[in-house]
């Protein structure tokens, strides 16, 4: 059966007027071109209720309260991380049993959507601060100064398996607030380590470290290819090495192989690999791998 026609509320305000006029129900059908039975309810309706308006239909009734509803929106506003599992844990402990679905449209009227929580590096007071003044000193640098940098770092390319991300509920622009965030910290092994240097003008050597890297293998990496990508990069005079703050970059004796062969270093704050533009670069290159892995 198909729906039925939606009559206009003038139209049947027209149908009551020509009614109090004294026309019968088949005089009514024959002028507007309507069933009997339609101008019938039509009047009807209007000697019962007294308009011609259609009240608003209740509908279902909704399992979840308002308070209950208020609890969940309070419940992953304070913390994000809360599944909707554990939400309907939440209100069968009131008696209330409803599908996760039915929770998860109910937080997305609120706009909150569950969202891979973005990876950012632990932050403590004291590297904020770094990242402030690194911040100020650097903020009105022109493109030349930039265009100098010959930017290093190693990262870990996982060669079976894959890390899970995690789930937060959050509004939309809100997802690099603090809480919505999950903390990384440079740990663990992998299958393959690997060295890099990039710079505006493209990418320098690409370099695997075998075993775990100590300094004097990080001197040795450096030793075999900073001059070589420099060149290749075609960086000029005054060229700036950029490098994080891990010890091995940091210890005596890297220190001394720095100066004994006269490299511009980049000041660098703690914990801050977002900062480094060679992040991109190894995106890309995962990317790229775990692509090849999946279709092989």
């Not at 007294?50 to 009734?61: D, E, F, I, Y």
């Not at 609890?71 to 304070?78: A, L």
């Not at 622009?173 to 990384?184: C, G, R, S, V, Y």
């Not at 005054?238 to 891990?246: A, E, H, K, M, V």
Request: net charge positive; proline share 3%.
């Amino acid at each position: 059966m198909g729906a039925s026609k939606h009559l206009s509320n003038d139209l049947k305000t027209k149908i009551i007027q020509h009614h109090g006029l004294g026309e019968g129900y088949k005089k009514l059908s024959q002028r507007f071109k309507l069933s009997v039975s339609t101008v019938r309810n039509i009047v009807r309706n209007w000697k019962t209720t007294g308009t011609v308006l259609v009240k608003a239909r209740s509908g279902r009734p909704r399992k979840i309260s308002e308070r209950q509803r208020r609890r969940m929106v309070r419940t992953v506003t304070v913390n994000p991380q809360t599944s909707s599992k554990d939400l309907q844990h939440q209100l069968a402990a009131d008696g209330v049993t409803v599908h996760r679905s039915t929770i998860q449209r109910t937080l997305h009227k609120e706009m909150l959507y569950g969202r891979v929580m973005r990876k950012k590096p632990f932050l403590c007071t004291r590297h904020k601060r770094g990242r402030l003044r690194y911040a100020k000193a650097h903020l009105d640098k022109p493109a030349s100064f930039w265009n100098k940098v010959l930017w290093t770092d190693e990262t870990k390319i996982e060669l079976f398996g894959h890390n899970q991300g995690r789930y937060a509920w959050r509004k939309k622009n809100t997802a690099f607030q603090e809480k919505h965030l999950l903390p990384t910290v440079k740990f663990g092994g992998g299958s393959i380590m690997l060295w890099g240097c990039v710079s505006s003008a493209g990418t320098g050597n690409l370099v695997k470290v075998e075993g775990r890297m100590d300094s004097s293998q990080y001197q040795q990496i450096l030793e075999n290819n900073v001059q070589e990508s420099v060149t290749k990069l075609k960086l000029r005079r005054g060229w700036i090495f950029q490098q994080d703050n891990d010890p091995k970059h940091c210890s005596k004796s890297t220190k001394a192989f720095m100066q004994r062969n006269k490299y511009n270093i980049l000041e660098w704050p703690s914990q801050s690999p977002d900062l480094n533009i060679i992040e991109n670069v190894w995106c890309a290159l995962k990317r790229a791998v775990h692509a090849r892995k999946y279709q092989t």
